[in-house]
């Protein structure tokens, strides 16, 4: 007669979700990451010039297109979007606020110093859609950069 191993019951239901939960952590800012980054191949691969913004409104990436409309007028200091204008600067920290707070969107227009020979610069402050109040979701908006003067998206990057 052959003996079989028995088999250890079932750890029980809350044991399951416990260990569960336990993984959820460490994977949930993978798979935000993850999605910001699909987003900012995509608006690369599509030529917009766009500052990606978290749940503080601060910069998760900065693509190549917005990078070369930064400059004297418009830059990133300590993960923030500035405008080197005053009146600028308190307009566009407002309406990034306004979107992570309220999730309205806006536009704010960047001047050019007078000595630099660019054009103004238009930023569009766009929430992206999320599911529910998802805690471990870190992009929420997107800042298009786009000349202003022009009226459409800056095509400052190269298609793929």
């Given amino acids: 007669?052959?003996?079989?191993?028995?088999e250890p019951a079932?750890?029980?239901?809350?044991?399951?979700?416990?260990?569960?939960?336990?993984?959820?952590?460490p994977l949930a800012p993978l798979l935000a990451g993850a999605r910001a980054r699909g987003v900012a191949d995509g608006l690369e691969w599509m030529g917009v010039a766009a500052v990606l913004l978290d749940d503080r409104g601060e910069a998760l990436h900065v693509n190549?297109?917005?990078?070369?409309?930064?400059?004297?007028?418009?830059?990133?200091?300590?993960g923030r979007l500035r405008a080197s204008d005053v009146t600028a600067d308190a307009a566009l920290a407002a309406g990034i606020r306004q979107l992570v707070e309220t999730?309205?969107?806006?536009?704010?227009?960047?001047?050019?110093?007078?000595?630099?020979?660019?054009?103004?610069?238009?930023?569009?402050?766009?929430g992206l859609d999320t599911v529910g109040d998802d805690p471990y979701q870190l992009l929420r908006g997107v800042a298009v950069l786009e000349f202003a003067s022009e009226g459409a998206t800056a095509s400052l990057t190269q298609r793929h």
């Fill in 64 to 78: 190549a297109g917005a990078q070369a409309c930064l400059g004297q007028g418009l830059y990133v200091e300590d």
């Fill in 103 to 126: 999730g309205v969107a806006g536009a704010v227009d960047i001047p050019a110093p007078a000595d630099s020979g660019r054009a103004a610069i238009r930023v569009r402050i766009e």
């Fill in 10 to 25: 079932s750890p029980p239901r809350g044991e399951v979700l416990r260990r569960a939960k336990a993984l959820r952590p």
């Fill in 1 to 6: 007669m052959k003996i079989l191993p028995v």
